[in-house]
């Protein structure tokens, strides 16, 4: 039966990718969960185009990244033009031979307003409920709710009591400004861009074409897969102005050998000016930040949305575990404590990044360098409170408790033969691995595997594991004593040996 706004437990401010991400985690987990969005609609532009191979993981996950692979396309080879002539080529994204192996080894390309259509399909298929033109008006907290007083577009005021609600409301925030949580960064030094989507006649969609010598600054063109579009971005310098159909016209003629008439349509324009903050806290009681709201990026290294998305991934387990299995609410502290130094550190990168800009001289090395630091799979929370490991006389190399779990080959016993890591821990559980062992424990509701003779296997080495449902390993030890003892700390209870997965 459709649950009712006023029965909902978890109230998401934004319906932007990480809102939208968050609650369809959280409506999979049985939380009931419902979204307000001020605007009228989804974001209407292509602006974070970029979905890095971790936060492929994460959409597979949430089984959405199919869909989204048919949406979108590979990231396609930078083309530099000078004096109306294409000069050099090259790829922007290298791939790294000394990348954690996944099944999404580059990262995709899907206009950020498709992402977010696919995502909301997903949450309504799932049972989620979407509201536009709903504005969060202030909020006041308790213990042990969180009161919320919105504004409809039809002028009605509603107030909703809610026991959690989660600030996905971009960089200007209404939840962050109504919590008094500063955002500390970088205001100056950046160069403000305009972005915008158009549509340019005369232009081959196999590349992505750079002007980086032009009168004013750099300009770029990438064909969007699955359009008729072009995403510009281009540097500029002087005062505030409100891009225009008119301005990005003559910006191309003067920037480009292309005509202004050879741009057809601008569905969609903006003017920025790039700053890095970083919120003080990304939690206040019962209310969390998570995308823009906790953090916001000039667009180098293409992390805005991506680290967004995992805020989200993040949050939602553990809010499923205390929402609906009871689990301490001291679990929530992890939250912060794993993704803020996360974003901190993105942050610098994509400062830099964003000031280096993307030139021919020194791509190769540059690309190289993006596309290690930007695939996100090798982010860890080994620092984190949740993070424990008993064994000794570990090598170097090896996979330690916070780390994402190899997705590498792994053999069960009773299994069909070797099979991805992946495919045993999609879905929004917990999973045991007893590596060339037998537990005499295991958790209630979690997925067992005994894993055998296979890379898996090699690269952990004999124990127990214990995966979070986000893929980070949780728990690694080699004593059953110490399972028992870190599943209060998640929601779980033990149990006596049983059948494995």
């Known amino acids: 039966m459709p649950y009712t706004v006023s029965d909902m437990e978890v109230l998401v401010v934004g319906a932007g990718p990480s809102g939208l991400t968050l609650a369809c985690d959280l409506v999979r987990r049985g939380v009931r969960t419902h979204v307000i969005e001020a605007a009228h609609q989804l974001f209407a532009g292509s602006r974070g185009k970029g979905i890095q191979p971790r936060t492929q993981e994460t959409f597979d996950d949430l089984g959405v990244m199919e869909t989204l692979r048919a949406a979108g396309g590979p990231f396609p080879p930078m083309r530099t033009w000078r004096d109306g002539r294409h000069r050099?080529?090259?790829?922007?994204?290298?791939p790294d031979p000394q990348a954690p192996v996944s099944r999404y080894p580059e990262p995709w390309m899907v206009p950020q307003w498709r992402t977010q259509e696919i995502l909301k399909d997903r949450l309504l298929g799932l049972g989620g409920t979407v509201r536009f033109g709903a504005r969060l008006v202030s909020l006041r907290q308790t213990d042990q709710r969180v009161q919320a007083e919105l504004a409809h577009a039809d002028g009605r005021h509603e107030t909703l009591t809610v026991p959690y609600l989660v600030g996905a409301d971009g960089g200007r925030s209404t939840v962050r400004e109504a919590l008094g949580i500063a955002m500390r960064g970088e205001?100056?030094?950046?160069?403000p861009a305009?972005?915008?989507?158009?549509?340019?006649?005369g232009l081959d969609r196999g590349h992505w074409h750079v002007w980086p010598d032009a009168p004013g600054g750099s300009l770029l063109l990438c064909?969007?897969?699955?359009?008729?579009?072009?995403q510009l971005s281009a540097r500029i310098d002087g005062p505030d102005a409100a891009a225009t159909a008119q301005t990005v016209r003559d910006m191309i003629a003067a920037r480009t050998h292309l005509p202004a008439d050879a741009v057809t349509d601008v569905p969609w324009m903006s003017y920025y000016k790039p700053r890095t903050g970083l919120a003080e806290r990304f939690r206040e009681g019962r209310v969390f930040l998570v995308g823009d709201a906790a953090h916001v990026h000039p667009p180098g290294g293409g992390q805005g949305l991506n680290i967004g998305v995992q805020d989200?991934?993040?949050?939602?387990?553990k809010l499923g575990q205390v929402v609906r299995h009871r689990a301490p609410a001291e679990l929530l502290d992890s939250y912060e404590a794993e993704r803020r130094p996360v974003a901190a550190h993105v942050l610098e990168l994509s400062a830099r990044l964003y000031r280096a800009g993307r030139r021919p001289e020194g791509a190769d090395r540059q690309a190289r360098h993006r596309g290690r630091v930007s695939h996100l799979l090798s982010v860890h929370y080994r620092d984190s409170p949740l993070s424990s490991d008993t064994r000794e006389r570990l090598s170097p190399t090896a996979a330690r408790a916070g780390d994402r779990a190899p997705d590498l080959p792994c053999v069960t016993v009773g299994g069909d033969g070797p099979r991805p890591l992946s495919e045993l821990l999609r879905g929004p559980q917990f999973t045991l691995l007893a590596v060339d062992c037998e537990p005499t424990r295991v958790p209630t509701g979690a997925h067992v595997h005994r894993v055998t003779d296979s890379p898996l296997a090699?690269?952990?080495?004999?124990?127990?594991?214990?995966?979070?449902?986000?893929?980070?390993?949780?728990?690694?030890?080699?004593?059953?004593?110490?399972?028992?003892?870190?599943?209060?700390?998640?929601?779980l209870r033990v149990g006596l040996r049983g059948t494995p997965a």
């Open 194 to 201: 305009v972005v915008a989507d158009v549509r340019v006649r």
């Open 312 to 317: 989200a991934y993040n949050l939602g387990w």
């Open 88 to 94: 050099e080529a090259w790829k922007l994204i290298e």
């Open 458 to 491: 090699e690269e952990l080495g004999r124990g127990l594991f214990l995966l979070r449902p986000d893929g980070h390993i949780g728990l690694a030890t080699r004593d059953s004593a110490h399972l028992t003892r870190y599943l209060a700390k998640v929601g």
């Open 187 to 191: 205001e100056g030094g950046l160069r």
């Open 223 to 230: 064909p969007l897969p699955g359009t008729d579009d072009f």
